[in-house]
């Protein structure tokens, strides 16, 4: 199984600031790497597909970048509803891992 | 418009089973496989399992294989998750999603809202 080790596991931040988030995978994963937000008892929502792709309706100040095994997720500049947790996905084979999530609370 | 429904939230005991089933509408069912993720209270997104609704080929986690079966009715695009042996640590919240497949990624871009299975005796 490929581990997806995500980190920091929370980070404290202020809106208006940059965050950033990284993910290692334990194997290239080439682009099958995602990232998804998720807000308390919400299902998670899709924001960025292959590494660095936007899902429609997600706002830019969200991107993706990375490769091989090596993923980074940032948030250009916190705003309110941006509290959330966040968690990257691999799905270059079965079983689709998860990283373990970063959630990101307000300072 | 599109969306997954899923079933209500469920109580069972110990050694039973649940069957959770997600109705697609607004796209074609059979285009898209889903997948099984499921939450426990508290912790992160844990992967079950995958189901073509075409074919109805579908493959698990290790850890719940021989104790999940996924089923699929195209007539009424439903797709079915049970799981059985329940035990306390089934507990969780479990979802559906859809899986849109693009040249060089996968992702799960529809999610349904989840449905709480509750293992208690």
């Known amino acids: 199984d490929i581990q997806m080790t995500q980190s920091p596991f929370s980070l404290s931040a202020s809106v208006g600031d940059r965050v950033t988030i990284t993910c290692r995978a334990s194997?290239?994963?080439?682009?099958?790497l995602n990232w998804y937000q998720q807000k308390p008892g919400k299902a998670p929502e899709l924001l960025i597909y292959g590494v660095y792709s936007l899902q429609s309706g997600v706002p830019s100040r969200f991107s993706g970048g990375g490769s091989g095994a090596d993923f980074t997720f940032t948030i250009s500049s916190l705003q309110p509803e941006d509290f959330a947790t966040y968690y990257c996905q691999q799905t270059y084979s079965t079983p689709y891992t998860f990283g373990q999530g970063t959630k990101l609370e307000i300072k | 418009q599109v969306q997954l429904a899923q079933s209500g939230d469920e109580v069972k005991k110990p050694g039973a089973s649940v069957k959770v089933s997600c109705k697609a509408s607004?796209?074609?069912?059979?285009?898209?496989?889903i997948n099984w993720v499921r939450q426990a209270t508290g912790q992160g997104l844990e992967w079950m399992g995958w189901m073509d609704p075409n074919s109805g080929n579908s493959g698990f986690a290790q850890k719940f294989q021989g104790r999940v079966t996924v089923t699929r009715d195209t007539s009424i695009s439903t797709a079915y998750m049970e799981l059985s042996s329940l035990r306390s640590e089934d507990t969780a919240i479990y979802y559906c999603?859809?899986?849109?497949?693009?040249?060089?990624?996968?992702?799960?871009?529809?999610w349904g809202r989840g449905s709480l299975v509750t293992v208690s005796s």
């Open positions: 999603a859809r899986v849109m497949k693009a040249v060089g990624s996968w992702y799960f871009d529809l």
């Open positions: 607004g796209y074609t069912f059979t285009n898209y496989d």
């Open positions: 194997q290239t994963i080439y682009r099958y």
